[in-house]
């Protein structure tokens, strides 16, 4: 292998940054109320390619190949979210209440995410040709593809006495925009979020990176009256 025909080896997935995570509990629409779900976990990066070999000291032979970097792991799939149980529900309404009851039941946890996939090392080395001080050079290694990002969890289920989206309701004559407990409304626990998706492994017997952790589900709300989005 002649001076400067060496080939480099390709370098490793970036490292792996955190994935943004959902503010959102759910949407009320015509239709009803429809739990939020997680964020996917973002898939790795993949490594580096390796360099391809010189031709050798008196050029009458082959370098190696330069092996393909790793692929990286999938990310983990999100948690989705948590039943709600909403005495009054309302959407772009108005509603008045005069002395009445409502109850509210408990409300069900988010769901767990899913693990991220865990990286792939890069290829090995390709090997050179020629006979004596004439063989090339080998090629360079692959790479390793860095590990999946986990999902992030479901958010956890509503208990509200009402829920709107829209005119707020009259209660007894007052207009109650937002509060935690009423007179007349029975409320139950809310729903905690679930728990964040497991990074992906680095690859075996490699310096590539791991993915990074799913973030928790949020946690829902209990309230006598709450404004929806």
Same mark, same amino acid.
């Given at each position: 292998?002649?001076?400067?025909?060496?080939?480099?080896?390709?370098?490793d997935?970036?490292?792996?940054?955190?994935?943004?995570?959902?503010?959102?509990?759910?949407?009320?629409?015509?239709?009803? +109320?429809?739990?939020?779900?997680g964020?996917?976990?973002?898939?790795?990066?993949?490594?580096?390619?390796?360099?391809?070999g @010189?031709?050798?000291?008196?050029?009458?032979? !082959?370098?190696?190949?330069?092996?393909?970097?790793?692929?990286?792991?999938? #990310?983990?799939?999100?948690? +989705? #979210?948590?039943g !709600? $149980?909403?005495?009054l529900?309302?959407?772009?309404?108005?509603?008045?209440?005069?002395?009445?009851?409502?109850?509210?039941?408990?409300?069900?946890?988010?769901?767990?995410?899913?693990?991220?996939?865990p990286?792939?090392?890069g290829?090995? $080395?390709?090997?050179?040709?020629?006979?004596?001080?004439?063989a090339?050079?080998?090629?360079?290694? @692959?790479?390793?593809?860095?590990?999946?990002?986990?999902?992030?969890?479901?958010?956890?289920?509503?208990?509200?006495?009402?829920?709107?989206? #829209?005119?707020?309701?009259?209660?007894?004559?007052?207009?109650v925009?937002?509060?935690?407990?009423?007179?007349?409304?029975?409320?139950?626990?809310?729903?905690?979020?679930?728990?964040?998706?497991?990074?992906?492994?680095?690859? !075996?017997? !490699?310096?590539?990176?791991?993915?990074?952790?799913?973030?928790?589900?949020?946690? #829902?709300?209990?309230?006598?009256?709450?404004?929806l989005?």
């Amino acid at each position: 292998c002649g001076t400067g025909g060496t080939a480099q080896n390709g370098g490793d997935a970036p490292d792996a940054a955190a994935d943004p995570a959902s503010t959102a509990l759910g949407a009320c629409a015509a239709t009803g +109320w429809t739990p939020g779900v997680g964020v996917n976990g973002a898939d790795g990066k993949s490594g580096q390619g390796g360099g391809g070999g @010189g031709n050798g000291r008196l050029s009458n032979g !082959s370098g190696g190949a330069g092996a393909c970097g790793g692929c990286g792991g999938a #990310g983990g799939k999100p948690g +989705w #979210g948590g039943g !709600s $149980s909403i005495a009054l529900l309302s959407f772009q309404s108005k509603v008045t209440l005069v002395t009445c009851a409502l109850t509210a039941s408990a409300a069900g946890n988010g769901g767990a995410a899913g693990s991220g996939e865990p990286g792939q090392a890069g290829g090995s $080395s390709g090997a050179p040709s020629g006979p004596g001080v004439g063989a090339g050079c080998a090629g360079g290694a @692959g790479g390793a593809g860095a590990g999946g990002n986990g999902g992030q969890g479901g958010p956890g289920g509503l208990s509200l006495g009402i829920g709107y989206a #829209g005119t707020p309701p009259t209660i007894d004559g007052a207009v109650v925009a937002q509060v935690a407990s009423h007179t007349g409304i029975v409320l139950a626990t809310a729903g905690s979020g679930g728990a964040g998706g497991s990074k992906g492994a680095a690859a !075996s017997s !490699s310096t590539g990176p791991a993915g990074s952790d799913g973030a928790p589900g949020l946690p #829902g709300i209990a309230a006598a009256v709450e404004s929806l989005p």
